[in-house]
């Protein structure tokens, strides 16, 4: 839970941006036909960035080939390690579960 600190911290914060004359008035036509203030635009206009390279970041985009070189591992995984199956027999032998 954020602290009383924290909070006065986040209130204070600010992104300031300074638009060319062109940018702002190509800010405030898009505001008004969106029909928001021009700060109400520009809030949700970075947000809306924000989450879609976010969103963008996360996805895995696999080509056909690659999608069916993936589903074929899953379907045939093939034999684990020596080293995988040495670790787990220790972890059965050394751990007992509640």
């Keep these: 839970m954020p602290t009383s600190k924290e909070k006065a911290s986040r209130s204070s914060d600010r992104a300031q941006y300074r638009p ?3 940018q702002k008035e190509l800010l405030v036509q898009a505001a ?3 029909g ?3 700060s ?3 809030r949700t206009a ?3 960035r924000a989450q879609r390279i976010i969103a963008d970041h996360e996805r895995i ?3 056909a ?3 069916a070189t993936f589903f074929a591992a899953l379907d045939n995984p093939g034999d684990p390690p020596a080293k ?3 670790l787990l027999k220790r972890y059965r032998a050394e751990v007992t579960s509640l």
């Design 20 to 22: 060319t004359a062109e």
């Design 32 to 34: 008004m036909l969106a």
């Design 36 to 38: 928001q203030s021009l």
């Design 40 to 42: 109400d635009f520009m």
């Design 46 to 48: 970075v947000e809306e």
């Design 61 to 63: 985009v696999l080509s």
């Design 65 to 67: 080939s690659e999608r």
């Design 84 to 86: 995988l199956i040495a």
